[in-house]
């Protein structure tokens, strides 16, 4: 049985798409919104509660989206809802401190030992380009290493691709950002040690920081090997290199002390220098962080040289949302209850595949996953690639219209909330079942 709305004679989400086309590029305020990728029209959401969305039509969908990370809680969480509405009432914005603030700060620093002090910014872009331009401040170096397939936000210096190799600098992914501004980003294949090696050893002495996502979701759900991660953090310390973990994904969503504290369980003494957080630390609201240790956060205005501001940064209903999020999160068991459940979908879909013959296989921790229609997980971006694209947007709307709401591309990660029952994980499963089926006659 299909749901899709997409012949309905008054389809309000394709009204509503022309009506946004006509005023906002390709009708969106973020690219991958509009389904570009998988085709269709993209659906306009009215409303969200628990682990359920409803589009302009009316129909529901079971979310793994979750505001792309945030809402780990699922929607409309009561506690939270709470907290936004009295800090409502107390006022929107002062441009002033608060006292939210600094019970916001003392939760997370609590949370993530590797930070002593940390600044509050208003979006994951803000706080990485931040971070990195504190790296750059601290160390005195131009220089930063990231890896193919990894997002750290839409910074300039940040829109690379790999030059011919490693004696080159990369070249900009995005028209508008001039080759001077990314001559000093290095980039180097994820999970790649050789590489990252050599790198070291041809510019050492110049790079500032190595900035990845320690469990990259930005090219759907690939981690970082352990070595991989060991090495990392032992060419930062050897030639005086920040080592810059970007867990706005990550943090809070894979486990309490994010993917830091579980290659801390594996590699004796590790923790970044730099960590950025954002997504779940706002529960929903703009909200992002970066932090580390006194000594370097203290290079920040107004006591040090490297400047960052904003208006609206700390925001106290934001703060408010993001802190009610953290003491829900901050509960005895609720990760090992949400990687169980994340778990059974992710076993769930593996068996619908395999009853089928599918070639599928899917990977996941605390409350995020990914899945792949290929016979084994990817360790990097070119193998991420050799997903069968066709196959993969087939996949997408074929749950869509069973009314299972997936990412919209297939280098993104999914999330599962503390909203999601059992029936729910169930019903996606059974709708799998049916399009896998489908996948594999066509
Ligand atoms: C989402 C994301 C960002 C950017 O955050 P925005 O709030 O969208 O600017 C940066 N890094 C990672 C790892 C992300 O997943």
Redesign the pocket.
């Known amino acids: 049985m299909t749901h899709s709305t997409d012949t309905l004679a008054d389809d309000r989400n394709q009204r509503l798409f022309e009506r946004a086309q006509a005023l906002i590029p390709g009708g969106v305020n ?1 690219p991958v919104r509009a389904f570009r990728a998988v085709g269709g029209t993209p659906r306009f959401i009215q409303r969200a509660q628990g682990a359920y969305l409803w589009d302009a039509n009316g129909q529901r969908y079971i979310d793994y989206i979750g505001s ?2 945030p809402m780990i809680l699922g929607h409309g969480h009561p506690a939270v809802v709470e907290a936004v509405q009295k800090a409502a009432l107390e006022g929107f914005s002062f441009g002033a401190p608060t006292e939210r603030e600094v019970e916001l700060a003392e939760e997370i620093l609590r949370l993530v030992p590797s930070m002593e002090m940390l600044r509050l910014v ?7 380009m931040s971070a990195i331009r504190l790296a750059r401040g601290a160390t005195g170096r131009p220089k930063i290493v990231k890896f193919n397939g ?5 910074a300039d210096s940040l829109l690379v691709k790999a030059g011919s190799g490693l004696a080159t600098f990369g070249h900009a992914t995005s028209a508008g950002v001039p080759p001077e501004v990314v001559q000093h980003t290095l980039v180097l294949e994820y999970n790649d040690v050789a590489q990252l090696e050599e790198a070291f050893a041809l510019h050492g002495s110049e790079i500032a920081c190595v900035i990845m ?1 320690p469990i ?3 090219m759907n759900f690939v981690r970082a090997s352990v070595p991989f991660m060991q090495r990392a953090r032992e060419l930062c310390t050897q030639h005086g290199a920040l080592l810059v973990l ?5 943090g809070f969503r894979v486990a309490l002390g994010g993917a830091q504290s579980l290659y801390a369980q594996q590699i004796p003494g590790f923790a970044p220098d730099l960590t ?1 957080l ?2 779940v630390i706002g529960g929903g609201m ?1 909200l ?1 962080a970066f932090g580390g240790p006194r000594a370097i956060m203290e290079q920040l205005a107004p006591l040090g040289p490297v400047y960052q501001a904003g208006t609206l940064s700390g925001n106290p209903v934001a703060t408010a949302c993001g802190l009610a999020t953290l003491r829900e999160v901050a509960r005895p068991g609720f990760y090992e209850r949400l990687g169980e459940r994340t778990r059974s979908l992710v076993q769930g879909l593996e068996g619908a595949a395999r009853e089928v013959g599918l070639p599928f296989c899917t990977d996941s921790q605390g409350g995020m996953f990914g899945f792949f229609l290929l016979p084994q997980l990817p360790q990097d971006y070119p193998q991420v690639l050799r997903t069968d694209g066709p196959r993969f947007n087939h996949l997408f709307h074929g749950l869509l219209g069973r009314g299972v709401y997936v990412a919209p591309a297939l280098y993104e ?1 999914c999330f599962v909330s503390a909203a999601h029952t059992e029936e729910d994980i169930e019903a996606t499963v059974a709708a799998a079942r049916e399009v896998f089926a489908e996948l594999v006659r066509s």
Do not use: I, L, Q, R
């Not at 979006?123 to 990485?128: D, F, I, L, Q, R």
């Not at 970007?246 to 990550?250: L, N, P, R, S």
């Open positions: 973020s792309w990370g208003s979006s994951g872009t803000e706080a990485g990894c997002y750290h936000g839409h996502e990259a979701g930005n970007d867990e706005v994904m990550t950025v954002g997504k703009p992002a990660a």
